[in-house]
């Protein structure tokens, strides 16, 4: 499993950003997929995934601020962000699970590379 996020950056509070991840090294449509973000000192949180059916699910810090998608035909998972604030400024990375509870961070793994999000107030 290979997972490379990109499109993090500095964005002022209100803002928006898009973050991409590109998968290989497995066969993505047959994984459910999830966004994290990590603080330092912090533990990395589940902060929103998609099933392999296109199901969602959104932790409630980001619930209507957030979307989650993914373009299987390019191995790629988004995240869409708007109303952003300050709170959001982390490292944001995405991982894979095989495991029926795709709702669950601890079924999750692979994490890459993260991309860097920085929100100022």
């Known amino acids: 499993v290979q997972l490379q996020a990109c499109g993090g950056g500095l964005v002022q509070a209100g803002g928006s950003l898009g973050l991409s991840c590109v998968a290989s090294?497995?066969?993505?449509?047959?994984?459910?997929m999830a966004w994290f973000h990590q603080t330092p000192g912090q533990e990395r949180e589940l902060v929103a995934a998609?099933?392999?059916?296109?199901?969602?699910y959104y932790a409630d810090s980001v619930k209507g601020r957030f979307t989650i998608s993914r373009d299987n035909a390019k191995n790629t998972l988004y995240l869409r962000m708007v109303g952003l604030r300050p709170e959001d400024t982390a490292v944001y990375s995405c991982?894979?699970?095989?495991?029926?509870?795709?709702?669950?961070?601890?079924?999750?793994?692979?994490w890459g590379q993260g991309t860097l999000v920085t929100v100022s107030s």
């Open positions: 991982a894979a699970s095989q495991n029926v509870q795709w709702r669950n961070a601890v079924y999750y793994n692979g």
């Open positions: 998609i099933n392999r059916s296109g199901g969602t």
């Open positions: 090294g497995f066969t993505f449509r047959a994984y459910h």
